[in-house]
Each structure stands twice: as structure tokens, then as C-alpha cells.
């Protein structure tokens, strides 16, 4: 298979594809608000807004055509995937800008992606529906509850067919989970609020928006570490100039 510009890995190897949604700033009210660098001035947002980037990944590997996480939910168009070619959809959490794209329709009765099963954490469900907006969406994640589709996953690590391994973190929130995702000598993982951009790999950084921050900045130094011994390829979700790190 030819490789193009927008997916990496060798021949024969697992491909990634990375859904850009847009730049977007975010400041206390969790309200995510569209942001573009040629009409925009951030000195115009909210004091303490943050620049965000929200990008899923598509992973094709020689099992699967993987989603992990689904944005704001504009997923669905321009990722040269057709939506019903996914088969499994990994969700590291439920925040709004993790999991807006699981459901569709007008009144969000229906999952999306019609052929994936959804593999998610059991607690992070019943959390969200604790929390609720505005860092959920109740209403967008209803469908989780009740389809034939979803595997609420309710043990803090496991594997996923034999060649998908994830993990309860309980860093960036507290069912967070992780992925390593090992195919054809490779091993992609994504941590995704854990690890959501390559600066904060590389640097030490407690960030405030964490449910236990000191918990996440240890954790992001000892998988940059292992990463590289053990060649990982890391995926950012939140960094859309660094998106795909291998090494
Ligand atoms: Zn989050």
C-alpha cells in the first residue's frame, strides 16, 4: 500500500489518521469556542482562556479501523473514512470535547458509527451522568446506556482483542483511561488528557484543569521515558502541530 502525506507507518504496518475539529479557546465557563488565528485575538477572550486543538485519531491496523475519542463531533466529514467503516471507538473519558461526536440525530438518540462497537469505562458513564454539564453532555452520551454496541469496561486494566491493553489512570480524571494500542511490532499509545500535548512530555507541569495533576505530570515523565526505550509511537490529542511523536 502507497503511504501519503497524511497517514504514517511502514507498509504492511498500522496506519494513523489524525481528525483535526479546529483550534479553540476555553476558559472557566468549559465552553469551547471556535478560534481562528486570522480573524481572532486571544486578547479578546475571557481572561485565563486556553488555546486548545481538538483532533481524534483514526488507527487502521490489520484487525480494525479504530476511533479514539470523538471530538466535538464534526468527526464524521473530510476524514477520508467512510463513518461505518470504524469498528471499535476507544473512549479515554466522556469530557464534551472527548466524546461529542458518540451520538447523532436531533435529539442524540442515536449512536454513531454504525458498525463500531464502543469500549468505555463503566464508571466514567455513571460519573458523567453525576457531573453533567458543562463538562459533560447528559443528553449526547444517553445513548451509551442502552445500545447493544457498548462495552462498559469495569475493570481498571485489561486487554481489548488480545492486542489492546488499557488502563485506569485516574490522573486528568478519576476513570481516566489509556490506551497501548500493539500491532505488527508497533505500539501507538494514546493517553489522551494524560498526555494531551508533546510540550507537556517534555516538560514538568502541573496543570490546574487535572483532577490529581501531580498524578499526571509523573505519570507523562515515566511513559515519555519508557516510550523511548520501548519505541512507542505517542498520539496528542489536544497538539495539532505535534500529533504523531515515533520513535
Ligand atoms: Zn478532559
Same mark, same amino acid.
Given at each position: ?14 496506519? /494513523? #489518521?489524525?481528525? +483535526? ?5 476555553? *476558559?472557566?465557563?468549559?465552553? %469551547? !469556542?471556535?478560534? @481562528?488565528? &486570522? $480573524? ?17 485519531? /483514526? #488507527?487502521?491496523? +490489520? ?5 479514539? *475519542?470523538?471530538?466535538?463531533? %464534526? !468527526?464524521?466529514? @473530510?476524514? &477520508? $473514512? ?166
Amino acid at each position: 500500500m502507497a503511504e501519503t502525506s497524511n497517514l504514517s507507518g511502514g507498509p504492511g504496518g498500522i496506519k /494513523i #489518521i489524525p481528525l +483535526s475539529e479546529g483550534t479553540f479557546t476555553i *476558559d472557566k465557563t468549559k465552553l %469551547f !469556542v471556535p478560534f @481562528d488565528d &486570522g $480573524i481572532h485575538d486571544l486578547q479578546q477572550r475571557p481572561v485565563g482562556s486556553l488555546l486548545v486543538e481538538i483532533q481524534p485519531f /483514526i #488507527i487502521i491496523t +490489520s484487525k480494525d479501523i479504530l476511533l479514539l *475519542d470523538t471530538g466535538l463531533g %464534526f !468527526v464524521q466529514k @473530510d476524514s &477520508g $473514512i467512510n463513518p461505518s467503516d470504524i469498528t471499535k471507538v476507544l473512549l479515554t473519558h466522556l469530557h464534551k470535547d472527548h466524546a461529542g461526536g458518540v451520538s447523532m440525530g436531533t435529539n442524540h438518540q442515536q449512536l454513531s458509527f454504525s458498525n463500531a462497537i464502543f469500549y468505555l469505562q463503566e464508571r466514567e458513564l455513571n460519573f458523567a451522568f453525576e457531573k453533567g454539564f458543562p463538562s459533560f453532555m447528559p443528553e449526547e452520551l444517553e445513548p451509551l446506556k442502552r445500545s447493544g454496541r457498548v462495552v462498559l469496561l469495569k475493570e481498571d486494566e485489561g486487554t481489548i482483542d488480545d492486542y489492546i491493553h488499557y488502563k485506569i489512570t485516574g490522573a486528568h480524571s478519576p476513570y481516566h483511561q489509556v490506551f497501548w494500542i500493539k500491532d505488527n511490532d508497533q505500539t501507538i499509545f494514546f493517553g489522551g488528557d494524560d498526555a494531551p500535548q508533546l510540550q507537556q512530555m517534555k516538560h514538568r507541569f502541573v496543570a490546574k484543569y487535572d483532577h490529581d495533576g501531580k498524578k499526571a505530570m509523573e505519570l507523562r515523565r515515566s511513559w515519555w521515558e519508557e516510550g523511548q526505550q520501548e519505541k512507542w509511537t505517542f498520539l496528542f490529542y489536544h497538539d495539532v502541530k505535534n500529533p504523531i511523536i515515533e520513535f
